[in-house]
């Protein structure tokens, strides 16, 4: 069975600071996906990243960065250059492969930027 | 990626009655499923939208309190019957172009049962 886990319920970080949001995953699965989601209040769900178990290299978009460490079965989200939008929760999430696609979804952690 | 229309966006039913959520995708996608997020809580698989045959559900969710259609590749439906406050939740539709690739999400229904 897939577990993922995100240690913090909430996060503070200053405008234009760097924060890392935690996550760390458990599966028995040779080949995967982890993803994580942003979740304004408004409640829509926002994909943010993909990392691919065999990729090699760590993901990037525009801000955003997963620092994955396979050995340490962790996949951290790093957003660079915090802006007031930022301010939401954080979903971290993980595939597996098979028969159909099932993602199972962390707890969240609440990230607040302040002014 | 593809765009997704859920509606209603939210709804406040009574107790007893059933609401139907439609998922609307602006082009044909593989792969359709529905969450449900209770209050202040992660994201459930609810079932897998399976198209011209029976949805997939995952344990602890059944048919009879659940229906799902999907009658082609781009439009998909979930049922809640017979509310209780406990089905207060948001109820999301997403889908997926292919196994490992993201799911990406409608903007979710808000349900609150009275």
């Known amino acids: 069975a897939q577990k993922i886990t995100q240690t913090q319920p909430g996060m503070f970080v200053q405008e234009k600071e760097a924060v890392t949001l935690d996550c760390t995953y458990d599966?028995?699965?040779?080949?995967?996906?982890l993803f994580w989601y942003k979740q304004p209040s408004s409640g829509e769900m926002i994909f943010l990243i993909y990392?691919?178990?065999?990729?090699?290299q760590n993901a990037t978009e525009g801000r955003y960065s997963l620092n994955f460490q396979k050995a340490r079965k962790s996949a951290n989200l790093v957003i660079s250059a915090s802006q007031l939008g930022d301010s939401a929760m954080y979903f971290c999430?993980?595939?597996?492969?098979?028969?159909?696609?099932?993602?199972?979804f962390g707890i969240g952690t609440k990230l607040q930027v302040i002014p | 990626s593809a765009v997704i229309s859920q509606k209603p966006s939210r709804d406040i039913c009574q107790r007893g009655t059933s609401l139907t959520i439609q998922c609307q995708v602006d082009?044909?996608?593989?792969?359709m499923f529905w969450y449900r997020q209770q209050p202040g809580q992660s994201l459930t698989l609810i079932a897998t939208?399976?198209?011209?045959?029976?949805?997939?559900?995952e344990s602890g969710f059944v048919i009879d309190k659940f229906p799902i259609s999907r009658p082609n590749l781009t439009f998909s439906t979930l049922t809640v019957s017979n509310m209780s406050p406990e089905d207060s939740s948001i109820y999301l539709c997403?889908?997926?172009?292919?196994?490992?690739?993201?799911?990406?999400f409608g903007n979710g229904t808000r349900l609150t049962v009275t």
């Open positions: 997403s889908v997926a172009d292919n196994y490992n690739s993201p799911l990406h």
């Open positions: 082009s044909q996608v593989t792969m």
């Open positions: 599966t028995s699965d040779q080949s995967y996906g």
């Open positions: 999430a993980m595939s597996s492969s098979g028969g159909y696609q099932k993602v199972t």
């Open positions: 990392q691919g178990s065999y990729d090699e």
């Open positions: 939208a399976n198209q011209g045959s029976e949805a997939t559900y």
